[in-house]
């Protein structure tokens, strides 16, 4: 309260002299009439009551102001204390954040890296297979081939054969005559004959 009471004297005091200062400037710069006594008593009665009802108004309110005062200065202290608690929160909340999104990338980032591994062991394996599917086809497809060349060739020799043999028959019949064919019958009887 003294201080309270001390800074509102100072007020008054630094209010006297401003009114005095003012009223001494508009005096002296006054156009030859100046201000007369009367005028000097008038604002001094002004400034008497000014003073009179502010130092009332202090007495009435003194306590009222100071536990006003004090109330805010409490609330100022407290949301100033809340604020420096609520910011402490808040930083340590962006660091664990902070740190879980960092080990959250470094997760992702290893996920992206086994993903991308095992593409390329899928890819190496997938290649390898299709080779193999390959070298199976490749294989098969020669063991074909060499079975219708067996059968080609197999066919190729029976038309040969069958081709031989009509054309053995066509030249046969134009060239045998029935002299020969008798004597030709007549030497498989001999030997059928004799072996028997």
Same mark, same amino acid.
């Given at each position: 309260?003294?201080?309270?009471?001390?800074?509102?004297?100072?007020?008054?005091?630094?209010?006297?002299?401003?009114?005095?200062?003012?009223?001494?400037?508009?005096?002296?710069?006054? $156009?030859?009439?100046?201000?007369?006594?009367?005028?000097?008593?008038?604002? *001094?009665?002004? @400034?008497?009551?000014?003073?009179?009802?502010?130092?009332?108004?202090?007495?009435?309110?003194?306590?009222?102001?100071?536990?006003?005062?004090?109330?805010?200065? %409490?609330?100022?202290?407290?949301?100033?204390?809340? *604020?420096? @608690?609520?910011?402490?929160?808040? $930083?340590?909340?962006?660091?664990?954040?902070?740190?879980?999104?960092?080990?959250?990338?470094?997760?992702?980032?290893?996920?992206?890296?086994?993903?991308?591994?095992?593409?390329?062991?899928?890819?190496? %394996?997938?290649?390898? /297979?299709?080779?193999?599917?390959?070298?199976?086809?490749?294989? /098969?497809?020669?063991?074909?081939?060499?079975?219708?060349?067996?059968?080609?060739?197999?066919?190729?020799?029976?038309?040969?054969?069958?081709?031989?043999?009509?054309?053995? $028959?066509?030249?046969?019949?134009?060239?045998?005559?029935?002299?020969?064919?008798?004597?030709?019958?007549?030497?498989?009887?001999?030997?059928?004959?004799?072996?028997?």
């Amino acid at each position: 309260m003294n201080r309270l009471l001390k800074t509102i004297r100072w007020n008054l005091i630094l209010t006297l002299i401003f009114v005095l200062a003012f009223a001494s400037l508009a005096y002296a710069s006054g $156009e030859g009439g100046g201000y007369t006594k009367d005028d000097w008593i008038h604002l *001094a009665e002004k @400034t008497f009551n000014f003073a009179i009802l502010v130092g009332l108004i202090v007495w009435l309110l003194g306590k009222r102001m100071k536990s006003f005062f004090v109330d805010r200065r %409490k609330e100022i202290k407290e949301s100033l204390e809340s *604020a420096s @608690t609520q910011k402490a929160e808040a $930083e340590s909340q962006y660091r664990e954040y902070s740190e879980k999104i960092d080990k959250a990338s470094a997760e992702i980032d290893g996920i992206f890296e086994m993903i991308k591994a095992q593409g390329e062991t899928e890819k190496q %394996k997938i290649i390898e /297979d299709a080779h193999k599917v390959a070298a199976k086809m490749k294989e /098969d497809a020669q063991a074909r081939i060499q079975q219708e060349l067996k059968k080609a060739s197999i066919q190729l020799r029976q038309e040969a054969v069958q081709l031989s043999v009509e054309m053995a $028959e066509d030249i046969l019949k134009r060239n045998i005559t029935a002299q020969d064919h008798e004597a030709m019958i007549k030497e498989y009887m001999d030997k059928v004959v004799n072996k028997h």
